[in-house]
């Protein structure tokens, strides 16, 4: 099983609609089908079921041990969408100017710790495309203040995570997009320094490294029962002839060089957490 950081009750068109059955909301198109599984009359499980997709006729999502699709810790404890303490509140619609679909499904928590908290779930499905956008808020109600903490001293805050089908073969592609002096063509590693370099910046080897950002692709393979970190923010993962691209809006760059001085780095607390 891989894990990867890549849908009521009303028909809208004939090419893709949301619908909620009981338990399920599913959200569709022609090419793919989202299922997501909770509860509207009692605190249960928020699980994203069945991603299918009809050109390949293929479930891509396991269908047991199943990860949290979401996960983070509020007020010292770890609190996840595998709790049974979300219940369905009610959802919003809103029809997009490039022809897309935004349905927005209120949960809220009812034990604690997240007795009050309002999640909102944003999906957002597009004709004749693969692709789904989603984000997560947390809201307050009821006059209560929440606190996100770290675990272990570093951010934990996971969302969206998916169990993947088991593949014979797998691997990952990441993309960076910001890496600091990364080097885009091999070099003569005994080249004399260029006058621009900056003193003690032993691990960058580029003339053109004042304050240049370019891309840099790494490979992975998929192993099982492991999990696998990457910065991203684009991630390519290849399972048995099936794509899955999994992307966030990039807003950092992939490491600390040329913002402190290494002797600081500890110290930086907020700019490692930036990262």
């Known amino acids: 099983m891989h894990c990867k950081t890549i849908i009521t009750s009303l028909l809208l068109t004939a090419m893709f609609h949301s619908l909620l059955f009981a338990e399920q909301i599913t959200l569709e198109n022609n090419l793919v089908k989202k299922v997501i599984t909770c509860s509207r009359q009692f ?11 009809k050109e390949k006729k293929t479930e891509l999502l396991a269908q047991s041990d199943l990860q949290p699709y979401f996960e983070f810790i509020i ?9 049974k303490i979300w219940q369905y509140q009610q959802q919003s619609f809103r029809q997009m100017e490039n022809g897309g679909q935004e349905f927005i499904y209120i949960f809220q928590g009812k034990k604690n710790p997240v007795n009050g908290l309002e999640i909102r779930l944003y999906q957002q499905i597009f004709p004749n495309m693969t692709l789904i ?8 109600s009821f006059n209560r203040a929440y606190r ?3 675990l272990n001293k570093k951010l934990h805050f996971k969302f969206p ?17 910001a890496t600091w002096a990364n080097e885009l063509i091999q070099i ?15 691990d960058a080897h580029n003339l053109a490294n004042c304050y240049m950002y370019h891309p840099q692709i790494n490979e992975y393979p998929l192993i099982d029962n492991k999990s696998l970190l990457t910065k991203g ?4 993962i290849h399972l048995d002839g099936l ?8 807003a950092s760059q992939d490491n600390l060089k040329g913002m402190v001085k290494e002797s600081k780095r500890d110290e930086e607390s907020l700019l490692r957490d930036g990262l």
């Not at 010292?76 to 969408?81: Q, S």
């Not at 956008?133 to 307050?140: A, C, D, P, Q």
């Open 75 to 83: 007020d010292n404890k770890l609190v996840t969408a595998n709790d």
């Open 43 to 53: 605190p249960d499980q928020i699980r994203v079921t069945s991603i299918f997709s």
């Open 243 to 250: 794509g899955w691209i999994s992307t966030y809006e990039h």
């Open 188 to 202: 003569d590693q005994n080249a004399t320094y260029d006058e621009r370099f900056f003193k003690n910046a032993e």
């Open 161 to 177: 995570q998916y169990s993947l089908q088991r593949g014979t073969t797998g691997k990952v592609t990441e993309i960076r997009l």
């Open 133 to 140: 956008r989603e984000r997560l808020e947390l809201h307050t």
């Open 148 to 150: 996100l903490n770290k």
């Open 233 to 236: 923010p684009i991630d390519m």
